[in-house]
């Protein structure tokens, strides 16, 4: 049963296939690069496009835009891409000189000579996550000075590679860790710092008392499991619905030969209604699970 709920779970949160962008690959190497900025235009909008395929659309909206003699627009498109991945990088060898002009030039114009940022970003329990902005290469090593319970500093490197750099935290029920990072250039010297010794960042546990106040004895387990199990069994049975429902206008949104994959405002229209309904009948599965699971600790509380 866990191997068919990973399964549908991994299925849902694939990155979506974006027929789009699919099409402008197709139309750039035919050098019809004018329909391809078209697709690429929707291709942009699509509910669910990862970081893998935003970062190839703008790309490849650039370059078309470039052959087209569209200088703003590209470099519009150029501007977006950088402020996604401000360590993004053309292939020096293989890109030709007109486009590394445009980028270089947006690049520019976007980040002064010495940017350099670190930025705390959410991270999973038990664990610190920074993101390194370095559009110019600059930094060669992020260091981390940390402390528990007010105690000695100790100096160590991020662990991590390229933007994302981070640190695991273990600390005992009711511990304090203060913490603070500098990014280092290839000489030693600091580039940029997040916190500092005089004002560290701080991650806390809670205390055993608050812990016992948190989680007060349950009382009437047996109706409350039945409930939970009930409304979980029902969760699933509904995102099971939306599913189908919601893979059937996906489908149909990418068949041209018909509505509404015919037209691409209908299309379009019937790709997003497709993904919300497979984005809700993935709450309802998570959801459902959780009620189900707990639903079963409490019957056998």
Request: aromatic fraction near 6%; proline fraction near 6%.
């Given at each position: ?60 909206l ?22 996604a ?28 000579a ?15 996550a920074?993101?390194?902005?370095d ?86 387990q ?56 497979l984005s ?6 998570i ?11 409490l019957?056998?509380?």
């Open positions: 049963m866990a191997r068919v709920w990973s399964v549908v779970l991994l299925t849902l949160l694939a990155q979506p296939v974006n027929p789009w962008l699919e099409k402008a690959r197709l139309l750039s190497r035919e050098l019809h690069f004018a329909d391809a900025i078209e697709q690429l235009k929707v291709a942009r909008t699509v509910p669910g496009l990862g970081d893998d395929q935003r970062r190839e659309v703008l790309e490849l650039a370059r078309c835009q470039l052959a087209e003699g569209l200088r703003a627009d590209a470099d519009a498109s150029l501007t977006d891409l950088l402020r991945e401000p360590g993004f990088e053309f292939d020096r060898v293989q890109t030709s000189p007109k486009i590394l002009e445009a980028f270089d030039a947006a690049k520019k114009a976007l980040y002064p010495d940017f350099v940022r670190l930025e705390v970003v959410s991270a999973p329990a038990g664990r610190v920074l993101r390194v902005l559009p110019w290469k600059q930094v060669r090593e992020v260091r981390r000075s940390s402390r528990v319970d007010g105690g000695a500093w100790r100096d160590e490197p991020c662990e991590g590679a390229g933007e994302q750099l981070g640190f695991p935290v273990a600390l005992a029920t009711g511990s304090t860790l203060d913490w603070w990072a500098r990014a280092l250039d290839a000489s030693g010297a600091v580039l940029t710092t997040v916190g500092s010794a005089d004002a560290p960042l701080t991650v806390r546990t809670a205390r055993p008392e608050m812990i016992a106040q948190a989680l007060p004895p349950l009382r009437w047996r109706p409350a499991g039945w409930s939970l199990l009930g409304a979980g069994l029902l969760a699933a049975a509904a995102g099971a619905v939306l599913q189908v429902t919601g893979w059937a206008l996906r489908v149909a949104a990418r068949d041209p030969s018909k509505p509404p994959g015919n037209y691409t405002d209908t299309a379009l229209a019937a790709e997003r209604s497709g993904q919300l309904q809700v009948a993935l709450g309802l599965f959801g459902g699970g959780l009620a189900v699971g707990t639903g079963g600790a019957l056998a509380w």
